[in-house]
């Protein structure tokens, strides 16, 4: 636990879920957050709980004090943050099943025009949370599964759904559809530029659940028009805040004050952004990061 002083923390403006948590606070003390207590002043907080509203209008004026930044929006507006003891998360994880489901009724579509003599291949780039349950659902599909992804997971949930590690390139220029599911962030804006679009095959599909900004819409519109590959490019949310905004709000009061509690137990929240997302291939800035290969929890 953090030290035992006041906590104070700033509430987000979405007012269902800001009474939730409110509510949640006040018997925090059978979970053992009794040291948390609500404020609406930003300048004395220690905690910041944002909605879409509060990044664009507070980020950049974050006070001093601001140890934990919790995006309930999953980040649609980029915190700059550069402090490197400020734990910033947001809440893809919650996100997750409802996102791998619209994600697998696209890849259904997309599946029944692949010749039923070759066996259909889809690509992962991103294997956190959202990455692995698109590879659950896609295993019960009998597909052929590529994964890439910047850290290295848990070799089980590999075994679990047979799913062979591949580089960038050797994934797109073999996949019958491309799920982005990563983190957009400063190496990844974009991630899929005009020379990756090109490795794609003609009629490729592209299932993009991590925002316009990770696609090089250009390049995308160029090649479709010039070069006629006909890719198929399917995007799930223009803003995710809307995602969020449609789930319970006591449901994302939990998983909150999940994260907060792992938090102030000194554990890592769930859905943690890094400063680096997913590198471009030979990305220097990668390997002189936190973000080098590591075992994650998946």
């Not at 890849?107 to 956190?128: M, T």
């Not at 599909?141 to 910047?150: E, F, G, K």
């Given at each position: 636990m953090q030290d035992r002083h006041k906590v104070h923390v700033a509430l987000p403006r979405h007012e269902a879920i800001r009474a939730a948590i409110e509510q949640a606070l006040d018997t925090a003390a059978v979970l053992e957050l009794g040291n948390f207590a609500a404020t609406r002043d930003i300048c004395e907080a220690e905690v910041v709980i944002s909605d879409s509203a509060t990044v664009d209008q507070d980020l950049r004026k974050l006070p001093e004090s601001v140890r934990y930044l919790q995006l309930i929006d999953c980040g649609s507006g980029e915190p700059h943050v550069t402090e490197p003891d400020i734990t910033v998360a947001n809440c893809s994880s919650l996100l997750?099943?409802?996102?791998?489901?619209?994600?697998?009724?696209?890849?259904?579509?997309?599946?029944?025009?692949?010749?039923?003599?070759?066996?259909?291949?889809?690509?992962?780039?991103?294997?956190?949370?959202?990455?692995?349950?698109?590879?659950?659902?896609?295993?019960?599909?009998?597909?052929?599964?590529?994964?890439?992804?910047?850290?290295?997971?848990?070799?089980q949930s590999f075994q679990q759904i047979r799913a062979r590690r591949s580089s960038l390139d050797m994934l797109l220029s073999t996949s019958d559809a491309v799920f982005i599911a990563i983190h957009p962030g400063p190496t990844s804006t974009p991630l899929l530029r005009h020379r990756e679009l090109r490795l794609l095959t003609t009629n490729a599909a592209i299932i993009n659940l991590s925002g316009p900004q990770v696609i090089d819409a250009a390049a995308l519109g160029i090649l479709n028009t010039t070069h006629q590959r006909q890719i198929d490019y399917r995007e799930m949310f223009t803003d995710l805040g809307d995602a969020t905004a449609t789930e319970r709000p006591d449901r994302v009061a939990r998983y909150i004050l999940d994260n907060l509690g792992k938090w102030a137990h000194g554990h890592h929240p769930r859905s943690i952004l890094e400063p680096v997302t997913h590198p471009l291939a030979g990305d220097p800035a990668f390997w002189s990061s936190r973000m080098s290969p590591r075992q994650t929890p998946v």
């Open positions: 997750a099943d409802s996102a791998a489901n619209w994600a697998i009724q696209q890849w259904h579509e997309i599946s029944g025009r692949i010749p039923a003599s070759g066996k259909p291949v889809a690509g992962i780039v991103g294997f956190g949370a959202l990455g692995y349950e698109l590879g659950r659902r896609l295993y019960e599909t009998r597909t052929q599964i590529w994964v890439n992804d910047i850290r290295t997971p848990r070799q």
